[in-house]
């Protein structure tokens, strides 16, 4: 199917909800790993607002991006908890395992608080991580 | 046939729970995923005929199979001191039954709850949730009967129950556990407030880091749509906004908004999700609910806790903290006896530096302090907050004016936009810290030296200076903002700057 089938198959199947947006959006990064400007107009189209509309919910959560990115990703717990158990010490190997190749994405607590540090990747969850099991789980991604 | 019972919770399978199960497979056991007793620091942890060994690895089940590793065994489970001291209401379950088992739902008084409360009268549920005492676990406390009496006798046909699962405090994680340990529980305690308040339609928001819980919630939905009947359920999933778990921000998102926040009033309950009435309440709240209305429960539970805070309170330990875990208990426990006698002191063996009481907005309690009773009124008079009872445990090699820095950082990064104080001010309050750590500051900045900046102090401020300067903006965030993103910050904020001066040196 063409990428326009595709993003009308997902309009379609949620345009008639209401509170559709969220829902859409989450489909729509899904199925192309990002919400590019065209695609955010023809959601505006769909659900009869303006892009700017759209454009202002997309860039307000973090989980939808305006362009996307191939490389693999690595979502690293910097909160407080994972702070407690010291992830800021991990971070600098991290990021040089993955130099341009993996992206290492903070995220805000992943609810793994008494076992961190803590990091996911896709629905996979790791904990108790070292410097050498996350430099692994780097080199793996 | 051996039978071996595991925990499928996200922890216990980030912590390798599924390699384990897959090592007594192939050893030809039968793996029964239940759910997780909240013993962190054991997972992932196995049970046999009521005896556990944990934190188990793939490579010692042939040891647990013989009937050794004696190490790791910690004897009959429900016996185990973190388990047997603690009051179980809401994770009465928890460890007990497979999540997504009717028959274990129905078994363990499953229903009871929804069953009685839909043979009386709405205002009857809603004059019980209210003797019970039963108030919102989601931070502020707010008595849920109140809140549901007020949706019931708002004017307008159609109202809505939704339940704020978009757990983003740092240190918490017993709406994750409920979720995906006892999620019908969540639902039948919907389904009761919905009757109570004339509901027809129910949202579950959840955050999108939880994809085990949002999995396990569509999964309960489809077994007990026809005991929900006729109300209706809708898993909606968050998009990493931290401001969402704010209850009118919460509401936008799901209209599909940005999730800002709105000014208050119109209270939700008033003019709520989609300008109805509408209940929020956390899922903590929902799922004590069943239990309340079950014969006898909310007498039962009213006797439990102290002062005004009634019952029990799911607490979790979390950070550096050697028995991490779930520990829910009545109200009135000291903060002390929480992370000592229970979590066992850090997990580093290191001193305890601080404790952070109720997320990323919470205040960083010193150990002087550890006297303070677990009840809302006594944090609040010692200018803490219970929150959603997330204790996250500090040893001495922290440093508080990093994690002060933090605070303000994560709400500039988190800020909704709406209000200016938490707009702004964050942005200002890092770079005062920033300051203030760098010994004060030479010269102007190159906003301060452009020419249309008349007021702009030129010169260097004073330690002391800086230090009235974010005790001034503190002020102006708790007072004038809008939620309590902005107006709670700088509780972490000016508690480390009280108790550990030196580090901001």
Request: glycine letters at 10%; a negative charge.
């Amino acid at each position: 199917m063409s990428r326009e089938a595709d993003l009308a198959a997902i309009i379609a199947d949620h345009a008639q909800r209401p509170g559709a947006m969220i829902p859409l959006l989450h489909d729509v990064q899904a199925a192309f790993d990002c919400i590019s400007a065209e695609t955010e107009a023809a959601i505006a189209a769909a659900l009869n607002l303006s892009r700017a509309e759209v454009h202002g919910v997309v860039s307000f959560y973090h989980d939808f991006s305006a362009t996307a990115d191939p490389r693999p990703a690595i979502e690293l717990c910097r909160a407080e908890a994972c702070q407690a158990r010291g992830v800021e010490a991990l971070v600098a190997a991290a990021q040089q395992a993955a130099g341009d190749r993996v992206r290492i994405k903070p995220v805000y607590c992943l609810g793994l608080c008494s076992v961190g540090p803590a990091a996911r990747v896709g629905d996979d969850l790791h904990a108790r991580l070292d410097q050498a099991a996350l430099v692994k789980l780097v080199q793996s991604a | 046939m051996n039978a071996v019972r595991i925990s499928d919770d996200a922890l216990a399978l980030a912590c390798g729970a599924n390699a384990v199960a897959a090592a007594f497979e192939a050893a030809g056991w039968t793996v029964e995923w239940v759910s997780s007793w909240g013993m962190h620091w054991l997972e992932p942890l196995v049970e046999v005929n009521g005896i556990g060994w944990g934190p188990m690895t793939a490579d010692r089940v042939g040891e647990v199979i013989e009937g050794r590793a004696d190490d790791l065994c910690i004897g009959p489970i429900a016996a185990h001191p973190f388990i047997a001291r603690q009051q179980r209401l809401t994770f009465a379950r928890a460890g007990r039954t497979r999540p997504l088992s009717l028959e274990d739902y129905a078994a363990t008084g499953g229903w009871q709850g929804l069953e009685r409360a839909r043979s009386l009268d709405p205002a009857q549920v809603i004059a019980e949730v209210i003797a019970s005492g039963l108030r919102g676990r989601g931070g502020a406390g707010f008595p849920a009967g109140i809140k549901w009496q007020t949706v019931a006798i708002a004017p307008g046909g159609e109202k809505y129950v939704v339940c704020n699962a978009d757990e983003g405090d740092s240190g918490t994680f017993a709406d994750r556990m409920l979720m995906e340990g006892d999620p019908l529980q969540l639902l039948e305690g919907m389904a009761i407030c919905a009757h109570a308040v004339g509901a027809g339609h129910g949202y579950i928001y959840v955050r999108s880091e939880y994809p085990h819980a949002i999995a396990k919630l569509k999964s309960a939905l489809a077994l007990a749509e026809s005991r929900l009947a006729p109300f209706t359920v809708e898993v909606r999933v968050g998009a990493g906004a931290y401001v969402c778990g704010e209850e009118t921000a919460l509401l936008n998102s799901i209209e599909g908004k940005r999730g800002e926040v709105r000014a208050k009033p119109p209270l939700p309950a008033l003019e709520g999700l989609f300008g109805k009435p509408t209940v929020v309440n956390n899922v903590l709240t929902l799922a004590a609910v069943p239990h309340i209305l079950s014969p006898g429960g909310a007498e039962f539970y009213a006797r439990l806790g102290i002062d005004r805070s009634k019952g029990t309170m799911p607490i979790q330990l979390a950070g550096n903290v050697r028995h991490g875990g779930l520990y829910e208990t009545a109200f009135g426990i000291t903060l002390g006896d929480l992370v000592g006698r229970i979590g066992g002191g850090t997990a580093s063996g290191r001193p305890v530096k601080a404790v952070q009481v109720g997320g990323p907005l919470g205040a960083y309690i010193h150990p002087s302090q550890f006297d303070l009773p677990f009840d809302y009124e006594a944090f609040a008079a010692a200018n803490a907050l219970i929150g959603h009872g997330g204790v996250v445990v500090f040893d001495d090699n922290t440093d508080m004016a990093a994690l002060a820095r933090f605070a303000f950082e994560f709400c500039a990064a988190e800020s909704c936009g709406k209000c200016t104080p938490c707009r702004i001010g964050s942005t200002r309050g890092a770079e005062l810290i920033d300051r203030l750590r760098a010994g004060g500051k030479a010269q102007a900045d190159a906003v301060e030296a452009l020419p249309q900046m008349h007021n702009a102090r030129k010169a260097g401020r004073s330690r002391e200076e800086s230090l009235n300067l974010i005790e001034d903006l503190c002020e102006v965030m708790q007072l004038g903002s809008l939620c309590a993103l902005g107006g709670f910050t700088p509780y972490p904020v000016r508690s480390a700057l009280k108790h550990w001066p030196e580090d901001f040196a």
